[in-house]
Nanobody
Framework: QVQLVESGGGSVQAGGSLRLSCIASGSFFSIHGMNWYRQAPGKQRELVATITSGGTTNYANSVKGRFTISRDNAKNAAFLQMNSLKPEDTAVYYC??????????????WGQGTQVTVSS
């Protein structure tokens, strides 16, 4: 069974920084794209940043220049460095990944989420 476990959330003041981590555990063949989503109260879940297994990244316009996604394939991990945080970044942040098992079946997995709160 594959699990994605996020950590690193918390409360910061506007302008501050946080680094989120996502570790994939379990037995599997490979991890493809890893993504960070967020969901603010009363809003739909939105894609924040993506990174392919080769390291190609993409960002939502709202976080470009402030957030950086990275990954460590050897550790089955993805990270989201968030700088210059704004109150509107307040949300539950979710890790998401496409994982291929030993039967070469690829499934999409979600973490449980980690809360990020930015105060003005």
């Amino acid at each position: 069974q594959v699990q994605l476990v996020e950590s690193g959330g918390g409360s910061v003041q506007a302008g501050g920084s946080l680094r989120l981590s996502c570790i994939a555990s379990g037995s599997f063949f490979s991890i493809h794209g890893m993504n960070w989503y967020r969901q603010a109260p009363g809003k739909q879940r939105e894609l924040v940043a993506t990174i392919t297994s080769g390291g190609t990244t993409n960002y939502a316009n709202s976080v470009k220049g402030r957030f950086t996604i990275s990954r460590d394939n050897a550790k089955n991990a993805a990270f989201l460095q968030m700088n210059s945080l704004k109150p509107e970044d307040t949300a539950v942040y979710y890790c998401n990944a496409d994982v291929t098992n030993w039967s070469k079946v690829t499934r999409n997995y979600w973490g449980q989420g980690t809360q990020v709160t930015v105060s003005s």
